[in-house]
């Protein structure tokens, strides 16, 4: 059984950083799919950035150049750094594993099995 629990979200000023934690178990993250997905109310959830089994990162074109997803195998967590934040960053941010060692090349919510409960993210200026 895989359990991921998200950690490291809160109230964060306009241009400042946070580092989100998703703590694995019931599963090795070094051989799969890793995610960071957001989503506010009433809008879908949509990919940040992922990782693959062999530790490439995509990144959404919102989160280029700004953002840095990374994985601590000898923990089984995975990160997300996220730099000059803006309230378009606010959302409630969820990690996501996939079943298999590749990413796909879009991050779709319906190709991730394994969610964690999701951590909240508020900007503000």
């Known amino acids: 059984q895989v359990h991921l629990v998200e950690s490291g979200g809160g109230s964060v000023q306009f241009g400042g950083s946070l580092r989100l934690s998703c703590g694995a178990s019931?599963?090795?993250?070094?051989?799969?799919?890793m995610a960071w997905f957001r989503q506010v109310p009433g809008k879908e959830r949509e990919g940040v950035a992922q990782i693959n089994g062999g530790g490439t990162p995509t990144y959404a074109d919102f989160v280029e150049g700004r953002s840095h997803i990374s994985k601590d195998i000898t923990k089984n967590i995975l990160y997300l750094q996220m730099n000059n934040l803006t309230a378009g960053d606010t959302a409630t941010y969820y990690c996501?594993?996939?079943?298999?060692?590749?990413?796909?090349?879009?991050?779709?919510?319906?190709?991730?099995?394994?969610w964690g409960q999701g951590t909240q993210v508020t900007v503000s200026s």
């Open positions: 019931g599963d090795l993250i070094s051989y799969r799919c």
């Open positions: 996501a594993q996939r079943s298999v060692w590749p990413c796909a090349t879009l991050m779709r919510p319906e190709d991730f099995g394994y």
